[in-house]
């Protein structure tokens, strides 16, 4: 059995992107789990960190510090910040932790992102109402395209998915009768 004195950094790297597949998570997102895991694993193995047992908030303080004085975007803190939420709380599902230690930093703010530009209800409408237009004066052969380009955006607006979320989207993901849309 695992356990964490006896799980190396790469087997917990392993588990939780294997943890990522079996959950449904997408190749991106499994690309981007595996980029800041190893980003960790190097900064652990230079703390002369290689077990997952030797990981507590006392030696997680510091890697943000490290990251903060790398002077990453807010985005690049958060995704890794979140990454490592993910590998901790597979760790603690499958019983080889006791408890996640990130849930006890308050280290995953937005460091110096600068704020979305935000449409209003008003801007949206304007936007749909275009859009709509631009269906019904569309030709027979384009009408097909435009009715797609007006269904991605309405699923934008209405659900906050990102582009590429909803270009990567396949028949299989989208639950009609459910209402639901697997990302």
Same mark, same amino acid.
């Given at each position: 059995?695992?356990?964490?004195?006896?799980?190396?950094?790469?087997?917990?790297?392993?588990?939780?992107?294997?943890?990522?597949?079996?959950?449904?998570?997408?190749?991106?997102?499994?690309?981007?789990?595996?980029?800041?895991?190893?980003?960790?694993?190097?900064?652990?193995?230079?703390?002369?960190?290689?077990?997952?047992?030797?990981?507590?908030?006392?030696?997680? !303080?510091? &890697?943000?510090?490290?990251?903060? *004085?790398?002077?990453? =975007?807010?985005?690049?803190? @958060?995704?890794?910040?979140?990454? $490592?939420?993910?590998?901790?709380?597979?760790?603690?599902?499958?019983?080889?932790?006791?408890?996640?230690?990130?849930?006890?930093?308050?280290?995953?703010?937005?460091?110096?992102?600068?704020?979305?530009?935000?449409?209003?209800?008003?801007?949206?409408?304007?936007?749909?109402?275009?859009?709509? !237009?631009? &269906?019904?004066?569309?030709?027979? *052969?384009?009408?097909? =395209?435009?009715?797609?380009? @007006?269904?991605?955006?309405?699923? $934008?607006?209405?659900?906050?998915?990102?582009?590429?979320?909803?270009?990567?989207?396949?028949?299989?993901?989208?639950?009609?009768?459910?209402?639901?849309?697997?990302?």
């Amino acid at each position: 059995m695992l356990t964490e004195k006896s799980l190396s950094l790469e087997e917990a790297l392993d588990l939780t992107l294997k943890c990522a597949e079996q959950s449904g998570y997408g190749e991106v997102t499994r690309k981007g789990f595996r980029g800041n895991l190893f980003t960790f694993m190097k900064w652990c193995s230079a703390q002369n960190v290689s077990c997952v047992g030797d990981i507590n908030t006392a030696l997680l !303080k510091p &890697y943000f510090l490290y990251l903060k *004085e790398k002077q990453l =975007s807010g985005y690049t803190v @958060k995704s890794r910040c979140n990454s $490592l939420r993910y590998l901790f709380g597979c760790l603690e599902e499958k019983g080889i932790i006791p408890d996640n230690p990130m849930n006890y930093l308050k280290i995953c703010p937005r460091l110096g992102e600068k704020a979305w530009d935000v449409l209003t209800l008003e801007d949206m409408g304007l936007l749909l109402k275009g859009v709509e !237009k631009r &269906y019904q004066d569309a030709s027979t *052969e384009y009408k097909r =395209s435009t009715l797609r380009d @007006k269904l991605m955006l309405e699923m $934008l607006l209405a659900t906050g998915m990102r582009s590429c979320e909803i270009a990567a989207l396949k028949v299989k993901d989208v639950d009609l009768e459910k209402g639901t849309v697997r990302i």
